[in-house]
């Protein structure tokens, strides 16, 4: 056999070789690919499966306010009220919640109202959806049938993904029920049904929380199937059809074939060369392959605007820090910090402004602390710091660090924004007490702290529990009074120079079945954190209202809040009540404090302009303690300023505060204003009060709070004398 026979054998030989480990590695290569994107399409479908059953549970939990109330029992079953179901069932789901769909069926299963494409239909529209919803008020009703179940779920809902015509439908049934003390007619309660379309947002949903690619919903035939999408169902008709939502699964094994392929040629042509550059691409697609799984991973346990953990990544750490403390003795400390007034910085500037605040508070917050310490965004403005392996000074130091690192102003791309936040610390030193209730106790020192005045931390410490418990209390008991109307009104006279009675102020008083006499220092405060300040405003209002057709000539003040003067439909009720008890607004002072005129807003010089043409007339209350600014007397339509009590009770003898008040009534004189003195107590300040030139005086001097039946005795006792 000659040399050139050998060389072809030996070529023949190696490319065969060559061959058979190119066809080998193809493949095998074939074959990774393909697991690859099988594996990337279930952890996909995986992914948004988890999403959607997230998603309902979070539908149901917003229509928990409207279903667990009192008042709807009241309104739905025991009376029946037409208006307020627009309001409070139309209204609300169909305008503020964004439902399409909203009915109340009565105990017996029959449609009583309804409300579609946000405006009110007959009941009897019910019809279409009364098939498709009959199954979830069948399952509904087998659970009100049972009290320990209703008991346990407190909320009582069912929802699906029901077809109503070819249209995908989110329908939910729940059951309303009484909150506190209201009770059904019978043994059964109404039922809300609630409908909201699920293509467009579950599409923008899911194609933004998940990077789904061509995602779309869709209405299967039995039997019918899309091999190449991936699906997660949503629902299924009675007719057997699906409804699902597909997307076009990401393939990275595919493109990595597709990006070999040419390698693979080249490999045929130099065996040796092929197999070095095959190895080294199947390498670097592996690199990818796994930089994209890390990728994903990454984005499930990360905030995407400030790239820190997530909650979910949070409570990972957060049990795992715990679990070290039954090896290793120690301190663990949990901090809860919340940026104080962010939603100022969002109204004033804008979203984009916001988000670039909180990746500044993110930015410094990895600066402050230590690498083995995780730094979480919870939501919103709200993070958290788990800090293991130290000590309740060293939590103490780093708390104070955080409160001082995220003060003072940052620069924004629009201007620049004040900044400071509360920080609520918990400190374990065993693992006895679980990981949530070290979580839940950072967040009430976190709660006190804002309650002490902001900018400032709070360690937990076991009385807060019991402080905490006793606010929700009175909250509840207060919403309980403003619903039973068990709130007093109590009226302190307000005289001339002579001592005559010229008005009274009207002044809401509380006493609780159990505490007895509860202060308004207490209450008031109360209410307006909680949100019931508007409430307690117009339950004295409409009380002042009718006591005043008691009395004539005498003027009624009626203290107004900021936050009664921001709301949209706040003359729109003064309106309303007045025609309900047929009181006039001239009788009437309104008294706002320099709180409300701070925001300078259109919506709040509106508000004045219009209640000024009603007819009442506005005081400025606690004049020259705030912000005071002849700016406010120019724009705004003042009638009186009133002088607080803090600089009457150090009169006569104090020349500060004469020169405040005299400056105060000159003020007003020379803008034809009159001046009301407030807590005038002796008879020097009011000699004082009177030869400054104050026209009008209110204080114990003249006369305490007192029932409206007291107010007409002692004006009857000025009149005989």
């Given at each position: 056999m000659d ?102 069926l ?26 498709p ?55 059964r ?34 039997g ?10 949503l ?32 490999a ?9 550059l ?11 392959l ?26 990972d ?69 788990i800090q ?21 102003e ?37 709660y006190?702290?804002k309650?002490?005045?902001?900018g ?57 079945p ?28 409409r ?68 209640l ?27 009638d009186?300023?009133k ?7 150090s ?13 105060i ?5 020379s ?51």
């Open positions: 040399r050139r026979n050998i060389e072809l054998k030996i070529f023949g030989l190696i490319a065969g070789m060559a061959a058979g480990m190119m066809l080998l590695a193809g493949v095998a290569l074939t074959v990774a690919t393909r697991h690859a994107d099988a594996r990337e399409r279930q952890y996909e479908q995986t992914l948004v499966g988890n999403g959607l059953r997230q998603r309902g549970k979070e539908i149901q939990t917003a229509l928990n306010p409207y279903v667990i109330w009192d008042e709807a029992i009241i309104k739905l079953d025991n009376h029946y009220d037409q208006a307020w179901a627009s309001q409070n069932i139309g209204a609300s789901l169909g305008g503020a919640l964004g439902y399409k769909v909203a009915f109340v009565d105990a017996d299963g029959k449609p009583i109202y309804g409300h579609i494409n946000g405006k009110d239909v007959a009941p009897e529209a019910y019809a279409r959806y009364a098939t919803t009959a199954r979830l008020v069948t399952a509904i009703r087998e659970i009100e049938a049972d009290p320990k179940k209703v008991a346990k779920l407190r909320a009582v809902h069912t929802s699906r993904v029901e077809l109503i015509g070819d249209e995908p439908v989110l329908i939910t049934v729940s059951l309303i029920r009484p909150d506190l003390k209201a009770k059904t007619r019978g043994p309660a109404p039922l809300l049904v609630t409908g909201i379309p699920v293509a467009n947002s579950v599409i923008k949903t899911f194609s933004d929380r998940f990077l789904l690619r061509d995602a779309r919903i869709e209405v299967v035939k039995p019918a199937a899309n091999t190449d999408a991936a699906q997660a169902m629902g299924r008709a009675a007719d057997g059809r699906r409804v699902v939502l597909s997307w076009t699964p990401r393939k990275p094994g595919e493109e990595l074939l597709k990006s070999a392929t040419p390698i693979l040629a080249l045929v042509l130099a065996a040796a060369a092929g197999s070095l095959l190895f080294r691409v199947t390498r670097r697609a592996a690199k990818k796994l930089l994209s799984e890390a990728e994903a991973k990454h984005l499930a346990l990360h905030d995407p605007l400030t790239g820190l953990a997530n909650r979910t990544l949070f409570t750490r957060l049990v795992h820090a715990h679990a070290l403390l039954r090896r290793k003795p120690g301190h663990l400390a949990v901090l809860c910090i919340d940026l104080d007034r962010f939603k100022e910085v969002n109204d004033s500037y804008g979203h984009d402004a916001g988000d670039q605040l909180i990746r500044e508070v993110a930015r410094r917050l990895v600066n402050i602390c230590r690498e083995t310490d995780t730094i979480c965004r919870l939501g919103g403005d709200e993070f958290a710091i293991p392996d130290t000590t309740p000074s060293g939590a103490a130091t780093l708390a104070q660090r955080v409160v001082d690192g995220l003060s003072g940052v620069d924004l791309s629009i201007g620049r924004a004040h900044l400071s936040c509360s920080v609520g610390v918990s400190v374990v030193s065993d693992a006895d007490q679980g990981q949530a209730e070290l979580l839940r106790q950072a967040d009430v020192a976190l006190r702290a309650e002490a005045g902001r400032r931390l709070a360690f937990f410490e076991p009385e807060m529990d019991a402080a905490l418990r006793l606010r929700k209390g009175l909250e509840r008991d207060l919403r309980a009074a403003l619903e039973s109307e068990s709130l007093a009104v109590a009226y302190q006279p307000l005289t001339d120079a002579r001592g005559a009675m010229i008005g009274v102020e009207a002044l809401a008083r509380w006493t609780h159990e505490r007895g006499e509860i202060s308004p220092a207490i209450f008031i405060p109360l209410a307006e954190s909680c949100g019931l300040i508007g409430l307690v405003g117009a339950a004295v209002f009380r002042a209202c009718y006591d005043s057709l008691r009395w004539s000539g005498l003027e009624v003040s009626v203290n107004v809040s900021a936050i009664q003067l921001s709301s949209p439909g706040f003359v729109d009720e003064m309106v309303a009540t007045l025609a309900e008890t047929g009181a006039r607004a001239d009788v009437f002072l309104l008294e706002i404090t320099e709180t409300a005129l701070l925001k300078d807003s259109d919506g709040v010089h509106d508000a004045l302009r219009r000024k043409r009603l007819g009442f007339r506005l005081a400025l209350d606690d004049f020259g303690t705030g912000y005071a600014s002849l700016a406010y007397l120019r724009r705004h339509p003042i009186k300023l002088i607080d009590r803090s600089f009457v009770s009169l006569p003898g104090n020349s500060e505060s004469m020169a405040v008040a005299s400056a009534i000159s003020l007003a004189k803008l034809g204003l009159k001046t009301t003195a407030e807590g005038v107590e002796t008879q020097g300040q009011l000699d004082a009060l009177v030869k400054l030139g104050c026209s009008e005086f209110q204080g114990y001097l003249l006369g305490r709070p007192m029932p409206a039946d007291a107010i007409a005795g002692v004006r009857e006792a000025a009149k005989v004398l």
